[in-house]
């Protein structure tokens, strides 16, 4: 029995484990937040591919080369965090405070043009890139300071664009590039212009102005600027140290004020903040002089933005930079109809095989990727939920142009086209059933069109999704000839549609004959059906032929067909006779080839295989060619999911 003593002990320590858990739990954002952002994230990832590969269509290389460099931010979950404002706020000791180490080089003088980076890396090391050079030069993080002060490098000497020390700190392990820039308005021009240069490159920003001066007309212009590109913005006067409790009050007053008007902003917060005796309080361990110095508010506000917030802003702030490039296009009459017309004709000349795809498709995905990035951007501020996200985007795709469907349409006929129009008494050369050769050349010049529109067209990618795809042997050819980045674009709404019919189509859940059917076989598999097509057409040419009496020679000179073709052939015969020759040759080329893989294991035996000629090597092939067909047509098992032999 337990005591009364134990009881509460137990308790007791019942109480602090669920307190424990319950820290562990808040520590971790929701999981159903997480998957949201990521499922928000590769929508993004999916409007910009479609947009980057319009424009590569239509040759905005520039533009194209931007939304690469998005991508590569969005797929490296890079959120940035710049410091900025005018030369001699104490931005790089805000810095050093915030990460509790003195690492960023401070003095008197400013900063070269130089953009200073901390990023995530699991031990510290400094890593110059310069202008001159595609790679970046790893270097000791003790001569920092010898790439960007004025002092180590004068005017930019060295040529240094971006300096990054990566660091072993749990607040930038998450994605996030904590970044120090020159100061603007200094003697030293190339630091203005580099760090307005800087500005479309940020996601937030810590606007740091100064209890001396506060808020100059330079740095009003500045913030005027970096509007442009950035909204969310936190303001810290620096350096509150040196002056009174009341002077930092009417400071702070005239600041809010004056941002307010510049802004027009009515929930302005600004920071109080002394960096001097932050970093003092960092190294020292003193929680009072932390909070004295105005350094705790401050990274409470951006620990709840960076773990809440910033998913939102850097999406957000992703799909503005989309958007802004979008409308530069636009105003530069990109999208007009002699622009198009122009390129379509250059496209035609050049004969580049590296260029695909017709410049009017091109901006019309453009555009409706445009309409999907305005409501995407709208779901994220109004925070709703990544399903209703994808209501909204589904309800734009059923709202797509009579353009459009008339281009899926025309697309069809242009598929159907590519495996019409051939020479049959030329395929009769070949040494294998001409009409499995000319069926296994028509789907791959299928799926080489296919692919292509699998990676580039939305529209391509939603028509394979709504039908499932194609059957597995199709599936299996298509994967063959993809690559692993063309397959992964390609099959992913694929993927999020079956996963749909699953969740939606109850009557699934209750017979697995049901969930089998979800898997195609021959009857309603586009390639199966698109070839099938022109495996009839194909045998009503070839008997056409052969019903010629003067053609059969060539017919008879010929290696025939497969057993399966052989029937279509008797099937589609005029008359007894003809079906007669059919026979006879195929009987025929049966008999020798019988006898030309004896003769070919016969010499093998005798060790006479200089002595063997062609049709003895490639018999055995032959043969199995005109028993079960060319193995680039046929199902991998020997009855069709559908029907015996109902396939192509």
């Not at 008007?261 to 920071?271: A, E, I, N, P, Q």
Request: proline share 3%; hydrophobic share 35%.
């Amino acid at each position: 029995m337990n005591t009364s003593g134990e009881s509460d002990q137990k308790s007791k320590i019942h109480t602090e484990n669920n307190s424990v858990a319950r820290t562990e739990v808040e520590m971790h954002p929701n999981v159903e937040e997480m998957r949201s952002y990521t499922q928000f994230k590769l929508v993004l990832a999916d409007l910009l591919r479609i947009i980057r590969q319009g424009l590569a269509v239509l040759g905005r290389k520039n533009a194209e080369n931007a939304y690469g460099e998005l991508m590569a931010k969005l797929a490296e979950d890079r959120f940035t965090l710049a410091v900025l404002g005018q030369f001699k706020r104490g931005k790089s000791s805000l810095m050093n405070a915030i990460i509790g180490q003195e690492l960023l080089p401070t003095g008197v003088l400013p900063l070269t043009s130089a953009i200073t980076v901390l990023k995530y890396g699991p031990t510290e090391r400094l890593l110059v890139n310069h202008n001159y050079s595609i790679l970046p030069a790893e270097l000791p993080v003790s001569t920092l300071s010898d790439y960007v002060t004025e002092k180590g490098n004068p005017g930019n000497q060295k040529k240094v664009k971006t300096a990054t020390l990566e660091l072993p700190l749990p607040f930038l392990r998450y994605g996030i590039e904590f970044v120090d820039t020159p100061g603007v308005g200094s003697a030293i021009t190339d630091n203005t212009t580099t760090t307005y240069n800087f500005l479309p490159e940020c996601d937030a920003v810590l606007f740091v102005t100064g209890v001396d001066t506060p808020m100059t007309n330079v740095e009003l212009e500045f913030l005027e600027k970096i509007k442009e590109y950035v909204s969310r913005i936190f303001f810290i006067v620096n350096k509150i140290d040196l002056v009174t409790n009341d002077e930092r009050d009417e400071i702070i007053k005239f600041v809010t004020q004056t941002i307010r008007t510049k802004t027009g902003s009515d929930t302005l917060k600004v920071f109080p903040v002394s960096s001097r005796l932050g970093l003092d309080a960092r190294t020292r361990d003193n929680e009072n002089l932390y909070e004295q110095s105005g350094l705790k508010a401050l990274e409470e506000t951006l620990v709840s933005f960076l773990t809440k917030e910033k998913s939102d802003a850097f999406l957000t702030a992703i799909i503005q930079k989309v958007l802004r490039i979008l409308d530069n296009e636009t105003a530069q009459n990109v999208f007009t109809e002699i622009a198009l017309q122009e390129r379509a004709t250059a496209i035609q000349k050049e004969k580049n095989v590296s260029i695909h795809g017709d410049p009017h498709s091109a901006t019309l995905s453009i555009a409706n990727a445009g309409a999907k990035l305005g409501a995407l951007y709208e779901s994220i501020i109004n925070r709703q939920s990544s399903e209703a996200v994808n209501f909204k985007l589904r309800s734009l795709e059923s709202k797509e142009s009579e353009q459009e469907k008339s281009a899926m349409s025309t697309d069809q006929v242009t598929s159907i086209n590519m495996i019409e129009g051939t020479d049959v008494t030329e395929d009769l050369k070949v040494r294998s059933c001409p009409v499995c050769q000319h069926i296994a050349n028509a789907a791959f010049d299928f799926f080489a069109h296919w692919q292509y529109k699998l990676v580039t067209e939305e529209e391509a990618q939603n028509q394979f999704a709504k039908e499932l795809g194609f059957c597995p042997l199709h599936t299996w050819q298509l994967l063959a000839i993809s690559s692993p980045y063309g397959a992964s674009v390609g099959y992913a709404k694929l993927a999020e549609e079956t996963a749909n019919r699953l969740r939606t189509d109850t009557h699934l859940h209750d017979r697995g004959n049901m969930l089998k059917q979800l898997v195609h076989n021959s009857k309603n598999c586009r390639v199966c059906n698109l070839i099938r097509k022109a495996e009839e057409k194909y045998i009503q040419q070839l008997i056409a032929l052969i019903s010629e009496y003067s053609k059969q020679n060539l017919y008879r000179h010929s290696q025939g067909v497969c057993l399966w073709h052989l029937g279509m052939l008797v099937d589609a015969a005029f008359s007894s006779e003809i079906r007669e020759f059919i026979l006879s040759h195929a009987i025929q080329h049966f008999e020798h080839d019988a006898e030309d893989m004896r003769s070919y294991a016969l010499k093998q035996d005798a060790l006479r295989r200089a002595l063997q000629n062609r049709n003895e090597e490639d018999a055995y092939r032959r043969t199995i060619i005109r028993i079960v067909g060319d193995r680039r047509v046929c199902m991998p098992w020997a009855k069709d999911r559908g029907d015996i032999r109902e396939r192509i």
